[in-house]
């Protein structure tokens, strides 16, 4: 099975989630991991699993001006977070916006802030609905994976994001493209 994560990071954080459910999948598939500045359409077509993740940012997936408001956070005097590479470019609202049509099972899942989704919002639930806009089927619900208010991971959500792409894998597998 050929597997790719695309991801946003602002802070690097949901980057270390794509990274671990990489290794989750890893066992079971040939997996490309790249962020969504670097995600060309001709990848997917490829692809027997997509997963897409990103940051949520004002109860959804980031835009233009929440981008801009994570860049003034980190140069902030005394900030303890640092912008990851391509935060200027596009985000993943962007790069699902320009997708064409595809099939195959594919699944979504968000960074977030700790307590309830009716508070905090969840980036995932938009990318799941864009994905199967685009005619992708997931074979799970979208996940998120929790940070602290210091915009850290919380413990154990690392574990959590490798078991999940062990998860993603066994429900992927056998799922036929078209």
Known sequence: MKALI????????????????AAGLRPDADVTVVPVGEASEDLLDAMDLVVVGGPTHVHGMSRASTRK???????QPGSTVRLEPGTDGPGVRDWLAGLGSHSGPAAAFDTRMSGPAVLTGRAS??????????????????SSFLVTKKNVLRAGEEGR??????????????????
């Open 6 to 21: 695309v991801y946003e990071s602002m802070f690097g954080n949901t980057r270390t989630v794509a990274e671990a459910i």
């Open 125 to 142: 639930r938009g990318i799941a609905g864009r994905l199967r806009q685009h005619g992708l089927t997931l074979v799970d619900k979208p």
């Open 69 to 75: 408001s994570s860049g003034e956070q980190a140069r």
């Open 161 to 178: 994001a490798r078991d999940w792409g062990s998860r993603l894998a066994a429900m992927a597998d056998g799922t036929s493209r078209g």
